[in-house]
């Protein structure tokens, strides 16, 4: 039999919406933890795989946008199309503007590939209460009208405050079978 291959998450957003803080805030809560980095070569804009110790392999996706929406088609569609043993992927939206065009392109892809996916709102100390609430609703109620692979709970973080990355983190460690329940005994 064959090995069983490693479980991966995929982290996903525009540049400029605070993956690489939020990658980086995860990892700082668990230092017991080793995380190796690799990337993929011979791209302009690398893929890194963050192997979890034994227990998962974290993709970080290139940030699209305007300047990058070439990467993001060859790359971000070109990996997701392929699977791997990918659970769960992480689309993140910055909870200052919401949802803009080019998220919209990400949740049709992943939409159209039938890949279910979370979405994380992020720089969530950044937004007033209000903005903040607004822009949450606003989600909510796209999601609820508009998908069919969004997990409906929306995950709000901050990664300078580390508010919400305790919560995100034992989603992932859930997701990925690393949250085992206790059998009594
Ligand atoms: P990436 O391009 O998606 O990897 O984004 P970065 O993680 O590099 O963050 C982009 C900018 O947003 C940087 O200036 C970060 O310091 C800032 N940023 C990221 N996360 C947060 C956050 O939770 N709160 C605040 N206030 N700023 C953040």
Do not use: W
């Amino acid at each position: 039999p064959s090995l069983p291959l490693p479980l991966q998450v995929c982290f996903i957003g525009r540049s400029n919406v605070g993956k690489s803080s939020l990658i980086r805030a995860l990892f700082s809560l668990a230092p017991e933890v080793e995380v190796r980095v690799s990337k993929t070569p011979g791209h302009t804009k690398k893929m890194n795989f963050f192997k979890v110790g034994k227990y998962f392999t974290l993709v970080d996706m290139p940030g699209y946008g305007y300047r990058a929406p070439q990467d993001f088609v060859e790359m971000v569609e070109a990996y997701l199309q392929e699977r791997h043993n990918l659970k769960r992927t992480f689309l993140l939206v910055d909870g200052v503007v919401g949802l803009q065009k080019t998220d919209h392109i990400a949740v049709e892809m992943l939409e159209e590939f039938g890949i279910p996916y979370v979405m994380v709102l992020t720089k969530i100390d950044r937004a007033s209460r209000g903005l903040l609430l607004k822009n949450v609703l606003e989600i909510q109620e796209f999601v609820k009208e508009n998908t069919q692979g969004c997990f409906p709970q929306l995950f709000l973080v901050s990664s300078v405050e580390f508010s919400g990355v305790h919560l995100l983190r034992c989603f992932v460690a859930h997701i990925t079978g690393n949250l085992p329940t206790v059998e009594a005994s």
